[in-house]
């Protein structure tokens, strides 16, 4: 009986399968090839220790790679110190520019989506800052945070008051840290309106307009139904902007390389660098590994904590 | 429609390639590889130049990477290549221009795949790093090699030696010098350049208020080894394979603790922690008195601009004048499938006719062939000779696979120390342990 | 009433063009800068406009110089090719996750979702292994193939939450009429997906158009290069040439900007389908 059943479930399957396969078939063989075969051969290349070179032998090292990422943590200077100064900062990215672009981003959305006329225009303008080329944003950067007087942030904030001294903002610690959150901010709020205000339109008016016969302000209406209402919307972001922030790599690598010794790092640069700086690909491997491991437990801890399920 | 155009094109092209190899080959098999000779009085078309070397190989396109400047491109574009295929036709040269930014990864990924580059122009430093991975081939062997090493600046030639082989040659070399800033010469009634660091300490007082005397660009390995070395630094011992004792000895520390004073005393500048003015801002501004440039500084700004400073050599310290060796080799990668041509090409690039063609063109390349380096033609050119007289002081940079980590270490000690989080002594005695163990790896 | 409402869009107006200023100035700077004789050393002042007459040699030169033409053709054509893989396999993938059943989908589907938080870095590796292994190294096939894989995850998870909102009594109607899957999918989800669709394009372009790394790790050949590569060339390995740097960078930019002002139409058009953002 249960025999029947099962092979019944198993025919049921292979019809279904029979009838999404044509949709579904190129995509997951290029994800295959080029997404998910080379992430597990990460996996094996993080117990190695591993040569590029065709042909070399790789030799197996086991948990050695693993084990350098929690030896030594509190030594300054050591592997281990380093990756995890990387760590926090990538953590302490998530803390800022997360909020940051979602607060920034919903407010201008909703800004937008409240205006009688130009609209248009100022999505337009907020959003030349996310079109544009990454490269050409960090030169954009690293030319308006020059450490003069003369450059365009200190010059402005110097003659406004703001700083007494100019600032040599890329080789401290924390203003370095600054720019690179400035960076994702800048670039990446006008993403969020964009998609808020999408998501603005899918609330339908029939709420607001009964919210207002129940003598409703704006501020309310502004946290008890809009707010709400893009919770979906809110945790798409939020998965996205969590994945941007620890995947943060091109303003660091191209800006400040890490400097001043380390503490403007983040992990992909680390792992970009142990690897081809280093060639320590195993280490660098196992690195992105722990990172990976942790995105996904803070990720499936969203997921949960919001109540996002595919099929509630 | 174009395309089809183009494939047609192409299509003749390479059946009339085909063909062409074809013809050769068959006239070349059942000779052994010595009868270039014969092959040159059977009149075939590959005629040797009086420099290089004959070629009988086949039809080949060597795949060259380099990271040259505009200026230093135009020379091998328009100049050396197409005298180089002239005089060898059957080989082609496809000479790809590398970003520097993320190159080590280009090369990498190259090597993985077994699809880099035939022949490269790379930093000094990388020699190395890659020949130890294996990842180039030696030329000891190769042809003309022994003659060719003779006519060399040892120093160069010492940076493509690695585990007792050389692994490349010498395209150029470069080195730090003093760029003087003729405003503040004026203002300090300066004739001459200044011979020694004491004479230059000494006129301190003279400074008005945001000047400076020494503009060094930051405090890595590179930039600081000038200084550094000058006033009796070293990083390591002569044969590169320890650093406690030497690094962290008693001259060292004393270098270290002079440039922590210096840098304090407003005697070297801002500019040294990346602060402002910059160098060359400093220099034409008449901030800087002088600052430590490569050959390269001079294309790098107005005429206008440059006509506001001079070349002069660096001050001694107690060590000498001494200066950081730089400079690119070129490497011939051992996944090559077209060695015998690529080296054809390495030997054209150390000729007279390029080295002199790119030392007078464009970039002011500082050759590494000694004939060249002393011809009239070469000393001609602006501030080529202070360049070579620094060259005699120069130090090399530590040649070893595992110099990228120990400049990272370097790095971190000289900045601790400048942000007085460390001091000297121990900052530097905790770089040499680091770097002990990776000196004693680099030989594994 | 009428007023105060008056009042407070006039406020909004105001701390919009304030947002907008502060957003806009660097690139106002940049554009000025490209347009004044800037070599390796930057100048002392910021320059936020540019001195007349307009200094125009830096875009003459880039323009002229060193294949930039070419390399323009190129990024149209491979970002071209680029966007279209990326629509194709991301609207069929997540199509057969939002209008399908079948066993395995929400296994599939978080494997998707689980690869896009490891971080790539180390990936080109044995990317390069398999389009070298496919004979694809130095071709834009390859490129887009490999684009056509990276996108999945990321573009599924966006436009399955889209199309799970199409009602299903749109579809049903269609299949009553003897519709095929693929003809739904073609006349009824695409068409009521167009601002979802409109929305990815924009992001797929933008950074097809600005990639660096794919580029410059999976092609060999100075003449399969495009703009990104090119204006990495400018930042040199001593030098770095702004005024040019910033002229280059300004064309780069420019084509995107467009672009965008084209499509923001569709892309930030009213009417989504009800809900197109899953609630």
């Known amino acids: 009986m249960r025999e029947q059943s099962f092979s019944r479930r198993f025919k049921k399957g292979i019809r279904e399968w029979i009838l999404v396969i044509p949709f579904l078939l190129i995509g997951t063989v290029l994800f295959i090839l080029f997404v998910l075969y080379p992430q597990i051969k990460n996996i094996y290349i993080s117990f190695t220790n591993y040569s590029i070179m065709p042909g070399a032998k790789n030799e197996f090292v086991g948990l050695a790679n693993y084990r350098k990422i929690f030896t030594d943590i509190h030594v300054k200077g050591s592997d281990a110190y380093f990756f995890w100064m990387a760590f926090r900062n990538n953590i302490l990215a998530i803390l800022i520019t997360v909020p940051g672009q979602l607060i920034l981003g919903l407010l201008v959305a909703v800004f937008i989506h409240n205006l009688r006329f130009g609209k248009n ?52 610690t924390w203003t370095a840290n600054f720019v690179i959150w400035f960076c994702s901010i800048w670039k990446g709020f006008g993403w969020v309106m964009i998609i808020y205000t999408a998501g603005l339109q899918g609330i339908p008016m029939d709420r607001y307009e009964a919210a207002k016969v ?63 700086n280093y060639f320590e690909f195993g280490y660098a491997a196992s690195c992105g590994l722990v990172m990976g491991g942790v995105v996904f437990i803070l990720s499936m801890f969203l997921k949960k904590y919001l109540r996002y399920g595919q099929d509630e | 429609m174009k395309k089809k155009v183009l494939a047609s094109i192409m299509a003749t092209l390479v059946a009339t390639t085909a063909l062409f190899g074809c013809g ?214 002569e044969d590169y394979t320890k650093a406690s004792g030497y690094l962290d000895g008693e001259a060292s520390i004393k270098a270290m603790e002079t440039i922590v004073k210096w840098y304090d005393e407003g005697i070297i500048g801002p500019c040294m922690n990346g602060g402002k003015p910059d160098a060359a801002n400093g220099l034409y501004d008449g901030q800087y008195l002088f600052s430590y440039q490569g050959p390269w500084f001079y294309a790098n700004d107005d005429e206008e601009q440059i006509a506001k400073v001079e070349g002069g050599l660096l001050p001694a310290g107690s060590a000498g004048s001494l200066t950081v060796n730089g400079g690119e080799d070129l490497v011939i990668f051992n996944g090559s499938k077209v060695k015998d041509a690529a080296w054809v090409f390495a030997q054209f690039l150390m000729s007279d006719y390029a080295q002199t063609a790119q030392a007078v063109g464009g970039g002011h390349l500082v050759p590494t062939v000694k004939s060249v380096a002393e011809s009239e033609e070469v000393k001609n050119t602006p501030y080529m000779d202070i360049y070579l007289k620094q060259l005699e002081g120069a130090v090399p940079r530590t040649p070893t696979p595992v110099w990228e980590k120990m400049s990272d270490k370097l790095t971190v000690a000289f900045t601790s120390c400048l942000l007085h989080e460390d001091e000297p002594a121990s900052a530097l005695k905790k770089a040499a342990t680091e770097i002990d163990a990776l000196l004693q790896d680099a030989d594994k | 009433m009428k007023k105060k409402q008056t009042m407070e869009q006039l406020l909004v107006h105001i701390l919009l063009i304030l947002i907008c200023v502060i957003s806009l100035l660097p690139f106002l700077s940049m554009v000025s800068t490209s347009f004044m004789k800037v070599k390796g050393v930057l100048p ?78 180390l990936a080109m590796i044995s990317q390069y292994t398999v389009l070298n292994g496919l004979h694809l190294i130095d071709d834009y096939k390859g490129i887009w193939l490999l684009w056509g894989g990276t996108c999945a995850a990321g573009s599924t998870f966006f436009y399955r939450g889209f199309f799970e909102a199409i009602p299903r009594e749109l579809e049903e109607s269609m299949y009553l009429d003897g519709a095929s899957r693929l003809q739904t999918l073609l006349h009824c989800i695409i068409p009521l997906s167009k601002p979802a669709i409109a929305t990815q394009v924009v992001f797929a372009l933008n950074g097809y158009w600005s990639n660096l790394f794919d580029i410059l790790t999976f092609t060999k050949s100075m003449n399969k290069r495009t703009l990104s590569v090119a204006l990495q060339l400018f930042r040199g390995q001593h030098t770095t040439e702004f005024g040019r740097l910033f002229a280059a960078s300004t064309i780069v930019i420019l084509p995107n900007i467009l672009l965008f002002i084209l499509f923001q139409k569709q892309f930030i058009k009213q009417g989504l389908t009800e809900g197109a953002v899953k609630e």
């Open chain 1, 121 to 172: 225009i100022y999505k337009i303008l907020l959003y030349i800052a996310v079109i544009c080329d990454w490269v050409v944003f960090c030169n954009i950067v690293d030319y308006i945070f020059q450490p003069d007087n003369g450059s365009l942030v200190n010059y402005i904030l110097t003659s406004i008051g703001i700083l007494k001294q100019p600032v040599s903002w890329l080789k401290n």
């Open chain 1, 214 to 276: 129940d003598g409703a302000n704006n501020v309310q209406m502004f946290w008890y139904i809009t707010v709400p209402g893009l919770k979906a919307t809110t945790f798409y972001l939020l998965i996205n902007l969590i994945n941007g922030a620890m995947n943060i790599f091109i303003q660091v690598f191209l800006l400040t390389k890490g400097d001043p010794i380390g503490t403007t790092d983040v992990v992909m640069d680390y792992v970009y660098r142990r690897a081809f």
């Open chain 2, 24 to 237: 050769s080959s068959s006239t070349d098999s059942g000779k052994s590889e010595t009868s270039s000779l014969q092959e040159k009085a059977d009149g075939e078309d590959q005629k040797a130049s009086e420099e290089g070397i004959a070629y009988n190989g086949e039809e080949a396109t060597v795949t060259y990477w380099h990271t040259h400047s505009d200026a230093e491109e135009e020379v091998l574009t328009e100049q050396i290549i197409p005298e180089f295929e002239k005089r060898y036709p059957k080989i082609h040269i496809d000479a790809v221009r590398m970003p520097y930014d993320g190159l080590m990864q280009q090369i990498i990924t190259g090597i993985s795949g077994n699809t880099g580059p035939d022949l490269m122009r790379m930093d000094i430093i990388w020699v190395p790093e890659l020949a130890k991975m294996g990842a180039l081939e030696p030329v000891d062997d190769l042809e003309g090699f022994k003659e060719m090493k003779d006519k060399l600046f040892e120093g160069p030639l010492k940076t493509n030696y690695y585990n007792g082989k050389y692994y490349g040659l010498p395209l150029n070399t470069n080195c730090l010098s003093g760029t003087w800033s003729k405003a503040v010469m004026e203002q300090l009634g300066l004739k001459d350049f200044p011979k020694t660091y004491d004479e230059v300490v000494a006129l301190k007082d003279k400074l008005n208020k945001d000047q400076y005397l020494i503009a060094c660009e930051g405090p890595n390995p590179w930039s600081m080894a000038p200084l550094f070395n000058s006033l009796g630094g070293v990083y390591t011992n």
């Open chain 3, 44 to 121: 002392n002042e910021p320059i936020i406009f540019p001195k007349l007459p307009l200094y125009t040699k830096n875009y003459v030169k880039v323009w002229f110089s060193g294949h930039f033409q070419t390399y323009f053709l190129n990024t149209v054509i491979v970002t071209a090719g680029g966007v279209f893989i990326n629509l194709f396999v991301s609207v069929t993938m997540a199509y057969s996750f939002a209008k399908f059943k079948f066993p395995g989908k929400e296994f599939l589907f978080n494997i998707l979702l689980l690869t896009m938080m490891i971080p790539a870095q």
